[in-house]
């Protein structure tokens, strides 16, 4: 999988994009769903992103908002961009939402779990056994379908352009014995391997740091490497997540990352103790 420009990425920009330019222009949702002849619900979604835009209504927009030729056509092929269809569209009913389509295409991404291993980092038998405990109810083709998915989702860390990878994670997830004791060892084997690479740093934050920030839910900052496109915070619960992208909730989970980087050991002390963690399973 070699990461090209995420369709995702390309739709959440051109609905910045229309948005600030409808305010530009001293336009209400409703008076542009009037001028348009569309509901300004359509408007709405439009510039949230929450669905595609096709490069006639961009046209028609941009016509309403006053924008001139060479602009309005940039935007248009932004349109046209925004409409192709990512790798993951392929696992639809494992991927919903638009986080896979985000992580495509960042250059930095920052995650905080305190009870599994991170999607990116996990070993196969990991995967089956996490799914496993937490959706018994799901067949052998189910558990497999997602594990494929997963797997090719993991490629992103080892394309030739890779993003920054920093993962904090609480020493619960190496006590656990996930699966059975040779498939926790071959996962912290993973977890030692893949931190040897320039591109990832693992930390953990250890037993005797107490309470810490990060108690209450894992999330993960995506960072961009256009201004363009500004930082957004996903964060996990039970049978969804949230995206936060008020400069004001990016702050305080870029602060709380830091905090809990401090509290962690160095990498090279958390990669013993690691090890340690895979000997005694030995």
């Known amino acids: 999988m070699v990461r090209g420009p995420s369709p995702t990425v390309r739709r959440r920009r051109l609905a910045a994009e229309l948005r600030r330019l409808r305010d530009a222009a001293e336009l209400t ?34 016509e309403v908002y006053g924008i001139e030729d060479d602009e309005r056509e940039a935007l248009v092929q932004l349109s046209r961009e ?8 392929s696992y639809n009913e494992v991927f919903t939402g638009a986080f896979v ?25 990991y995967m089956r056994a996490v799914i496993r405990a937490i959706r018994p109810d799901w067949t052998e083709a189910d558990v497999d379908r997602r594990v494929v998915a ?6 992103l860390l080892t394309d030739p352009h890779p993003p920054e990878y920093w993962a904090v994670i609480d020493e619960a997830v190496l ?7 040779a498939i926790m060892r071959a996962q912290l ?6 931190a040897a690479l320039p591109h990832v740093t693992l930390q ?41 992208e ?34 005694r399973l030995a």
């Not at 409703?30 to 510039?47: N, P, Q, Y």
């Not at 500004?230 to 619960?237: H, I, L, R, S």
């Open 101 to 125: 389509g985000l992580e495509s295409d960042a250059s930095s991404l920052r995650t905080h779990q305190a009870l599994l291993v991170p999607g990116l980092l996990q070993t196969e038998g």
């Open 82 to 89: 925004a409409r192709k269809k990512g790798w993951w569209h």
């Open 246 to 279: 008020q400069p004001s909730d990016v702050h305080r989970y870029t602060l709380m990352f830091d905090h809990l980087r401090a509290a962690a050991l160095k990498p090279d002390d958390t990669v013993v103790m690691v090890k340690e963690a895979a000997d």
């Open 29 to 62: 949702i409703d008076e542009v769903g009037e001028k348009l002849e569309c509901s300004a619900s359509k408007i709405s979604r439009i510039e949230t992103g929450h669905v595609g835009v096709t490069p006639r209504d961009v046209r028609d927009m941009l």
């Open 204 to 244: 953990v934050v250890p037993f005797s740091a107490g309470a810490h920030a990060g108690m209450e839910a894992p999330f993960l900052i995506l960072g961009f490497p256009e201004q363009a496109d500004p930082d957004v915070v996903y964060v996990e619960n039970t049978t969804s997540g949230v995206y936060l």
């Open 150 to 155: 997963r797997v090719t989702r993991q490629k």
């Open 175 to 181: 006590r656990r014995t996930t699966g059975s004791p």
């Open 189 to 194: 084997q993973r977890l030692i391997e893949l």
